[in-house]
Each structure stands twice: as C-alpha cells, then as structure tokens.
C-alpha cells in the first residue's frame, strides 16, 4: 500500500532515533511483568519497523524466525503526526505481552474454552496484566475498566480472530482515530 509515510525519509530517520527510548520503556515494562509471572518476555528481542498496516506483534519461533517482539515506528514514536497516548503505547505493549504469556506460562483449563489468537486464553493473560481484552485496537479503550470475568465467559465466538491480529488492529485503529477525544471524554466521566 503507498502511503505518503513512505516518502519521507526525514521522519524515519527522526523515528529511528527513537528507538533505544522505546526499547528502554518496553523492556522496563516487560522486567516489571516478568518478577510479577515469573516470566522472562524482557529478554525476547525487540525489533521495530515502519509497517503502515500493524502496530505491533509477537511471533513465536518457527517458520524460519526466532522468536521477537515487533512494532511499527509509525506508531509508537513520538514525532509522528498523532502519537499514541502512553495509555494506548502501554495498552499496546500489554497486548503484546499477554499473547507471550499464553505460550510461555501455563492457562488454567476453564480458560482454555475459546480458541484463536483472541481466545480465552489470552484474554485471561489480559486480565493478569491488564490489557484492554479486545483483539482490536482501540483508542483510548485502555483507559477503561474492564469486565475481566464477564468477558472471560462470553460464549459468543469473536469471528475477527481468524483475521490477522495486526491488520485487524490498525483497521481498527484508522477507523477509530478520530474519535479518540471522544473516548477519552467519556472514560474520564
Ligand atoms: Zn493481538
């Protein structure tokens, strides 16, 4: 996809100044998480992009890669044109790190029950952490308090998790950027 991101060369070279700033608030993150779990999500590499159609991943070893953390520079740096908040920036991270969690700790089996990348499984290790349990992004959904247990037992089957977690996500993230004073509003209510 062409995107006018994609001619300029002076924003990725500020963005890419960025990145031992944002590796240093990952990692800090993640160390906290790590002692809470007993987990050791701080040590996976972190690697960082200019993707327009994800904000971030996390991919397990296989298919020819090691297992890392991915995020995309047009994103979670700071001198893009709307940056993130450092609720949603630390909603992101979350996100990412419950999917971690599901393969690198064990899941009781009553949260076993739904399937997918966005199944019960994971969104028990949202509620761990405290990650927005909803496999899209969402502006200012991070700010919100969530219904842990209620969503934990929804027996409607999300259908959006076959799609692609990262795709799914900046979708979701064009369609809602600009209401994102209009969340922030009503989550301060
Ligand atoms: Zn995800």
Redesign the pocket.
Known sequence: MQTDYNTCEGLRAILEKETPILIAQIRALYRELDKKFHLQGAKVPITFGFDTDSL???NQNGHGQKEHFHFSLFFIGYAVKNPLSKEDRMDLYK??Y??YMRYNMPIPKQYQWQPG??GSA?KYCCSLVGAAPT?HYKAGEALMNHNYEKTLRNPIHDKTVTIR??H??EQEYKRTQNVILKYKKAAEQ
């Open positions: 971030g991943s996390y996100h990412e419950a999917h990348i966005h994971w496999p977690d990262q799914r996500r």
